[in-house]
């Protein structure tokens, strides 16, 4: 199991073109083989096209093998029931997985 933790790329994380930035800077440390989690722990606040683009690249390179850990910020709970509707991909199944551990 890989994880990334998102605080390595800042406390705030705002805007598609910084997400896909963020993406393409961990991309050559992962393994498309291995699944990933992703840590929201010490980060702010993510804003959802940043957490979109991010996850749109990530599902793709790792065929959607990628795990949200639970979470209380606020930002990311707001973004992903909006992101399991508008999606129907494997973004919006791994949306849909973090939210039923939540729930």
């Known amino acids: ?5 998102l605080k390595k790329f800042g406390n705030i994380l705002m805007s598609r073109p910084l997400g896909l930035e963020a993406f393409n800077a961990i991309r050559p440390q992962l393994n498309s083989e291995v699944p990933i989690q992703i840590d929201f722990e010490g980060v702010l606040t993510v804003a959802p096209s940043w957490l979109d683009e991010f996850l749109i690249h990530l599902a793709e390179f790792n065929k959607g093998n990628v795990e949200l850990l639970p979470t209380t910020n606020p930002s990311v709970l707001a973004i992903l029931p909006v992101i399991a509707r508008a999606r129907q991909d494997l973004v919006a199944e ?6 039923k551990q939540i729930s």
């Open 1 to 5: 199991m890989q994880t990334i933790q």
């Open 94 to 99: 791994i949306a849909t997985r973090a939210l």
